[in-house]
C-alpha cells in the first residue's frame, strides 16, 4: 500500500489521480450539457479548491470567468458556529449563473453559508460542483449539483486538500491511517 509521512500522521492512497480524473471529466461534461448556452461565472475556493478548479476548467467548454475567492473564518454569535466571510469578489456576478467551485463538503455549513452571501448578490442561479462530500457528515439541507467523488467520513489530504498546510501537492488523495 502506498503510504506517505506528513508530520505526525500516515496516509495511505484512497483515490488514485486516474479515479480522480475520470470523474472531474465526467462533472465537467455535465456543466457543459446543463449551462449550454450560459455565459458562467465560476467562483473557486481557496486554498483547497486550487487542483481541482484547474483541471475542472479546462475539460469546459463553455464561455467562462473563473474567480477565486476565500472564506475567512472569525469568531462570531451564530446558531451555525464559525461564521466565515466571503473575500476576493472581484467580479460582477449579478444575473449571471454562478458554479462555486469547491474541495470538499463535509458539513455543509460552509457551502450553505457562501449561498447565502452570494444570494444578496442576485445572481441568475447558483450551484455547487465539490470534488468530494461525505454523505454521513452533512448537518444541512444542501444541495449539491455537482460531485465528483463521495467519501467515507475520514480525513483526507492531497490534490489541493492539506494537513496543517502540508500534502496539497500530491497526484492522488489519501486517507489518513489510524494506528
Ligand atoms: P464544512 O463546512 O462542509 O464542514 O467544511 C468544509 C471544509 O472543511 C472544506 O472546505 C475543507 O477545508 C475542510 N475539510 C473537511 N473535511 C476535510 C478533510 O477530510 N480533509 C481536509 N484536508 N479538509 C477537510
Ligand atoms: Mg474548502
Do not use: W
Not at 5 to 14: E, G, L, M, P, R
Not at 33 to 55: H, K, Q, Y
Not at 87 to 103: A, K, M, S, W, Y
Request: hydrophobic share 40%.
Amino acid at each position: 500500500m502506498k503510504t506517505i509521512q506528513i508530520k505526525d500522521k500516515t496516509f495511505a492512497v484512497s483515490l488514485p489521480e486516474a479515479e480522480i480524473l475520470k470523474q472531474v471529466k465526467r462533472v465537467a461534461a455535465e456543466i457543459n450539457r446543463d449551462l449550454a448556452g450560459e455565459e458562467p461565472i465560476f467562483l473557486a475556493v481557496l486554498n483547497g479548491s486550487f487542483i481541482f478548479a484547474a483541471d475542472l476548467l479546462r475539460e469546459v467548454t463553455l464561455p467562462c470567468e473563473i474567480s477565486f475567492v476565500k472564506l475567512a473564518s472569525y469568531e462570531g454569535v451564530s446558531s451555525t458556529g464559525t461564521i466565515k466571510e466571503v473575500i476576493g469578489l472581484n467580479c460582477d456576478i449579478t444575473g449571471r449563473p454562478v458554479v462555486i467551485v469547491e474541495d470538499i463538503v463535509d458539513s455543509g455549513l460552509t457551502m450553505v453559508h457562501m449561498i447565502e452571501t452570494l444570494k444578496g448578490h442576485n445572481p441568475k442561479s447558483i450551484d455547487v460542483c465539490s470534488l468530494l462530500v461525505k454523505p454521513g457528515n452533512l448537518k444541512v439541507n444542501l444541495d449539491i449539483k455537482y460531485t465528483c467523488l463521495e467519501i467515507p467520513n475520514d480525513f483526507i489530504v492531497g490534490y489541493g486538500l492539506d494537513y496543517d498546510g502540508y500534502g496539497r501537492n500530491t497526484r492522488d488523495i489519501y486517507t489518513v491511517v489510524e494506528e
